[in-house]
């Protein structure tokens, strides 16, 4: 079987917030007549948190892949709109069989050290990845390759252990990025990193800001934008205040709080699209006391998640299903298959059991809906009889924590970028992936088997049935409790346009330009 793919080029960015710069006296206008820095010279986005690296194979945060997006690039790029996988450092592939994958690549691209992409390169790249050595957080994405040949300067023959229906999307992942491996050799890329993408890294001053420049040798032709830069603004209030005022040209995943404010500002536009992005309440099933099914059904039902959304204001998506709408392998009919609210019937269970006996540890992030999930389902826990302490750390600490499984609850979320039901359950839910990416510490063999058939087929139609058996399992036991499935949302200065946002909530700012 053969197929050949031709691909527009899009450049990819997971959920965060944007940056800032200050503001000069000569600054030209906004449309509302504030002054603004912007200027196809530099464009500035704020983000709440600091990136935690810059190496795509050693990272694993949302926050640090809007700035490897913009350097790196992988072999193929999920289209939104069609949501089919298109080539982007690839030129097309073949499948001689079902095990084998023969990638062509472009020619005549060089990294950010004018060292050649091509085949050695990629074989270089996935074999650093899925080396157990490496301790790579997203090693799964490669784990059913047996073994990667360089054919010749341009090809790459990539064998499977066994037939893998979701192989594209892991290649489109983020983590999946090509790096340089004489880069790679000569420095830590964690802090100086070396792609192919259309912007080169300039400098990182932690807790600061990170700063990029076009790539006037890119590809796919250097883009408009000459500077980019990626500031941390702690407080998501001033960030909208220097997006009001001009300092600000872009901000994303907008906060439930602020969407009215953002709303009535005249100086910029709003968009929202359904996203792929999942928020979890997490139980640490390392624990015993977690992995007594009555304990998980009493905290479900005293959970009143329909409260918590209608806090959105229209930014989230109410379903019981772990697989949202905007995934491959959703089904309608986990939409409300959960357990129900039922504050009695939790009270019941906490009386019966104790379980108000022992404090809850509820671990979160220091992000504002995470914040607002935590003192709600406190208030809604507390309400049932439990006893919950929220404990709040900044993001890399707080992933950092809840990969080594300090809590007892806390808020998870996953960006979704490949849209495949199976690269949701995979990394965040099997047993391989404990003590990594599995910070739920969950562990079932029937679940884990449902998830390998639903990645050794190639069969789509019966990839998306297991997936719903695996998706309707977690729901039944409450394996985890779905909070909402995210509004993909950002607010970009009027001035600007360009900006190209996909459900699961990259955005690419190549195609870029001020009006």
């Known amino acids: 079987m053969k197929k050949t793919l031709w691909g527009t080029v899009l450049l990819s960015a997971m959920l965060a917030l944007g940056a800032c710069s200050g503001e000069s006296a000569s600054a030209p206008k906004n449309s509302d007549g504030s002054k603004s820095t912007g200027s196809n010279e530099t464009f500035t986005y704020a983000s709440t948190s600091d990136a935690v690296g810059l190496s795509p194979i050693l990272m694993n945060d949302a926050v640090s892949a809007n700035v490897t997006e913009h350097v790196y690039e992988q072999l193929f790029t999920l289209n939104g709109d069609t949501k089919e996988f298109e080539p982007l450092l690839a030129e ?87 790096v340089s491996p004489t880069a790679d050799k000569a420095q830590d890329l964690m802090k100086d990193p070396v792609g192919t993408g259309p912007y080169k890294f300039v400098s990182w001053t932690p807790g600061d800001q990170v700063e990029l420049e076009a790539n006037e040798e890119y590809w796919d032709g250097a883009p408009e934008l000459k500077k980019i830069v990626l500031k941390v603004v702690p407080e998501i209030s001033t960030a909208i205040s220097m997006l009001q005022t001009g300092e600000v040209q872009f901000l994303d995943n907008l906060p439930t709080e602020q969407i009215k404010r953002l709303e009535s500002m005249d100086n910029i536009n709003i968009e929202k699209k359904d996203g792929t992005a999942v928020y979890y309440m997490a139980f640490n099933h390392s624990q015993e006391r977690n992995q007594d099914a009555e304990f998980r059904e009493a905290v479900a039902s005293a959970m009143d998640r329909d409260a918590f959304v209608s806090k959105l204001n229209g930014l989230g998506v109410r379903s019981d299903s772990v697989i949202g709408p905007q995934v491959f392998g959703y089904d309608e009919s986990a939409n409300k298959a959960g357990t129900p609210f039922d504050i009695e019937a939790s009270k019941a269970l906490v009386e019966k059991n104790g379980y108000g006996d022992k404090p809850i540890k509820l671990l979160t992030a220091n992000r504002d809906n995470f914040i607002l999930m935590a003192e709600i389902v406190q208030a809604q826990l507390t309400e049932a009889g439990f006893k919950v302490e929220i404990e709040s750390m900044e993001w890399a600490t707080f992933l950092d924590t809840a990969r080594a499984g300090d809590y007892d609850l806390t808020f998870l979320s996953w960006s979704n970028v490949t849209a495949d039901g199976s690269e949701l359950l995979y990394p965040n839910f099997h047993s391989d992936n404990v003590g990594s990416s599995n910070r739920s510490q969950y562990s079932n063999p029937k679940f884990d088997e449902l998830v390998v058939q639903s990645r050794t087929t190639i069969d789509q139609d019966e990839r998306k049935e297991i997936l719903n058996e695996a998706n309707f399992l977690m729901i039944e036991e409450n394996v985890v409790i779905p909070m909402y499935h995210g509004i993909v949302t950002t607010a970009l200065d009027k001035n600007y346009s360009g900006v190209q946002i996909n459900p699961t909530g990259k955005w690419y700012l190549k195609n870029v330009t001020r009006k």
């Open 92 to 178: 097309s592939y073949e499948n001689p069989d079902e095990n084998t994958w023969v990638i062509k690549l472009k020619e005549g691209i060089k990294f950010h050290d004018g060292t050649p992409f091509n085949a050695e390169a990629v074989k270089y790249t996935f074999d650093k990845l899925r080396d157990p050595a490496t301790a790579a957080p997203r090693a799964s994405l490669l784990e059913p390759v047996d073994v990667i040949n360089v054919i010749d300067e341009n090809t790459v023959e990539i064998k499977t252990k066994y037939p893998y229906g979701p192989f594209l999307a892991a290649l489109s992942h983020t983590n999946a990025a090509i």
